[in-house]
């Protein structure tokens, strides 16, 4: 308990999901944690229910994939409580579950600008942060497509590709300062990132007959990897920097659809996993002569 006794955190898309869970667990294990979202009702909402827990917490306004928000955004935290000492870039947006040339540029280039930008917003103003006191933790979370191709996924995918190697190199260009920075790959999660689905009409059917099954075989609640982001932030990793953890494991993943399997075999009842999916008309146009 009291990991983080004495520290600020900043971190981002925490109306829902793993950016939610982080600042409940950094709140609870004493930190001071600034809540960013682009909804200020759901942060507000989150930050007043720590607050009911008699825990440090506050919310700011911001979208990610603007440069002069996220600077408001730090200067906020420091108006606020003098600093801060752990960044967590966790925004991000999956877009259009389809192939690439269905979505439209601006789909596509959108869920870039969030994740990417993002990230590279929010680590730049950090780092400006932590360097001169030669101290800090930044956090830069991951997903699917980061080590290899995510079909039908390729705008998230790649992003999530893109903010793994920055992560690593900024790690590397700055390993003597003092400062930790960390890729944090939290494995598939059971959010709304997979219960609310935007997606085309021929893969409509597919996702709502194997998504329920992907999540009770594999999905983890968001907690568990708090638990590793509270790790990154602790004095644990203290003169470290370079770190890419990962959550759960190949066998862990091939059991769960291993039970799922035989499960679904012997008819055998399953836990009921909602699942929204709206369709969209597909981008693509062939290119005349």
């Known amino acids: 308990m009291n990991a983080l006794e004495g520290k600020v955190a900043v971190i981002t898309g925490a109306s829902r999901g793993l ?3 982080i600042s409940q667990l950094f ?3 004493g930190a001071k944690v600034v809540l960013s979202g682009r909804n200020i009702n ?14 440090e917490a506050s919310a700011c306004s911001c979208d990610v994939s603007n440069l002069q928000q996220i600077e408001d955004l730090a200067r906020f935290a420091i108006q606020k409580y003098g600093g801060f000492n752990i960044w967590v870039n966790n925004a991000g947006i999956a877009g259009p579950y389809g192939a690439s040339l269905d979505l439209s540029p601006d789909q596509f280039l959108t869920v870039l600008r969030t994740n990417m930008f993002g990230v590279y917003h929010g680590s730049m103003i950090a780092m ?11 956090i830069n979370i991951l997903g699917a497509g980061a080590k290899k191709p995510a079909p039908n996924q390729n705008a998230y995918g790649s ?36 219960t609310e689905i935007v997606t085309f009409e021929n893969h409509e059917k597919r996702l709502r007959g194997f998504m329920p099954f992907l999540i009770r075989a594999a999905g983890r609640k968001p907690g568990v990897p708090a ?3 509270l790790w990154l932030a602790s004095s644990s990793t203290d003169g470290k920097t370079g770190l890419e953890i990962s959550v759960g494991s190949s066998f862990s993943f091939l059991t769960g659809f291993l039970r799922e399997g035989l499960r679904g ?3 055998l009842p399953a836990s009921p996993v909602e699942i929204n999916v709206k369709t969209i008309l597909s981008a693509f146009e062939p290119l005349d002569d």
């Open 27 to 29: 709140a609870r294990e």
């Open 159 to 194: 992003s999530k590709a893109w903010i793994r190697v920055f992560t690593l190199a900024l790690a590397q260009e700055y390993k003597n300062s003092h400062v930790g920075v960390y890729a944090l790959q939290p494995g598939l999660m059971d959010t709304d990132l997979l």
């Open 227 to 229: 638990r590793k982001a």
């Open 42 to 55: 759901d942060i507000e909402q989150n930050a007043a229910d720590l607050w009911a827990e008699r825990l």
């Open 19 to 21: 950016g939610k869970a």
């Open 128 to 138: 400006r942060h932590f360097l001169p006191r030669k101290s800090g933790k930044l």
């Open 265 to 267: 075999l012997f008819r």
